[in-house]
């Protein structure tokens, strides 16, 4: 079963393939949200946290959930690996791991967000909170642009650190690639257009993905087992978790050097657009059904 988003600006695009691959599997699905307080957790066999979006806004309350539903039932993926990938910050641990990571700083003042700003000497830069989803209160600016620092202090006002990164051009043309894994395995991969629109704000001023069926290159590929393996390094060595993840999906960008760049490693809330690929609900089913076998 997996438990379900309370909607916040993205329609549920996955749950009807869900649907029909868990009734194939022979295994009962329920949808409840992670904030009804009158939901019995610890009935369900199994836990899986799919699309709760609303996290952003509702951290502390979120949070405070994962550590209760964490005591009632098994969940995927396990809370501890959640805890550190609802912040991008965990960009940072994976620099430093050696994936290639788009460059980021990350600025908890006004003065370090000036400096980190001059350094990219009016080039296009992206700045963007660090818990975040569904590009909220993400901008494309020149880096001197008014715009640019006005997202930032909002950012700051929120608490959060305020990330900076250069604008990969690409995204423009190709936009970014999405790999997604079930247990460990690749699955499909989908290509997402680019979302901002120059000087900040939304392409046609709203949320809107467009989402298209993508076949990687080798490098890529090869770009996303570096990421898998770190991760995978990670969650054993910090979490003590050694199994695959049940799902993972991995954003890339390529960079102006046209080499490819991790933007995102979505752990807990991924959209998998099963409509470009309705077989990796299957995968996801059988990932699921196996860990029921294994609880
Ligand atoms: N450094 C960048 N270069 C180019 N485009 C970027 C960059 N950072 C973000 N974007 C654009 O902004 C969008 C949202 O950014 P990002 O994925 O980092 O944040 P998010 O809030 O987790 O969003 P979402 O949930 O929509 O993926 C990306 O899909 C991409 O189009
Ligand atoms: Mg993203």
Not at 79 to 95: F, Q, T
Not at 229 to 257: I, Q
Request: net charge negative; with cysteine.
């Amino acid at each position: 079963m997996t438990t379900d988003l309370e909607r916040v600006g993205h329609e549920d695009v996955d749950r009807p393939f869900h649907e029909r691959a868990a009734a194939a599997a022979g295994f009962a699905l329920e949808h409840p949200c992670w904030g009804d307080p009158d939901v019995d957790w610890d009935a369900y066999d199994l836990v899986v946290l799919r699309s709760p979006w609303d996290y952003t806004t509702r951290q502390r309350e979120f949070l405070e959930w994962l550590d209760r539903v964490e005591s009632l039932a098994a969940v995927h993926n396990p809370p501890s690996l959640v805890r550190w990938n609802l912040d991008k910050h965990y960009l940072a641990d994976l620099a430093e791991a050696g994936v290639p990571v788009i460059p980021t700083a990350f600025a908890d003042s006004e003065a370090e967000v000036v400096s980190t700003l001059r350094s990219h000497h009016g080039d296009p830069i992206v700045v963007k909170p660090s818990i975040s989803a569904g590009s909220r209160n993400t901008g494309r600016f020149a880096a001197d642009a008014p715009g640019a620092l006005a997202l930032a202090r909002t950012i700051l006002a929120e608490g959060l650190s305020v990330m900076i990164q250069p604008f990969a051009r690409s995204v423009d043309q190709e936009g970014e690639l999405a790999l997604v894994h079930f247990d460990g395995t690749f699955g499909h991969a989908f290509r997402k257009g680019a979302m901002l629109a120059p000087g900040g704000g939304l392409r046609g001023g709203e949320y809107r993905e467009n989402v298209q069926p993508a076949q990687p290159s080798e490098e890529q590929l090869a770009a996303v087992r570096a990421v898998e393996a770190a991760v995978h390094r990670l969650c054993r060595d910090r979490f003590g978790v050694s199994a695959p993840l049940l799902y993972a999906r991995y954003d890339l960008v390529t960079l102006d050097d046209g080499s490819p760049a991790l933007l995102e490693a979505e752990l807990f809330e991924p959209c998998f657009f099963l409509h470009v690929a309705p077989d990796s609900a299957r995968l996801l089913a059988d990932a699921v059904l196996r860990r029921r076998k294994i609880a």
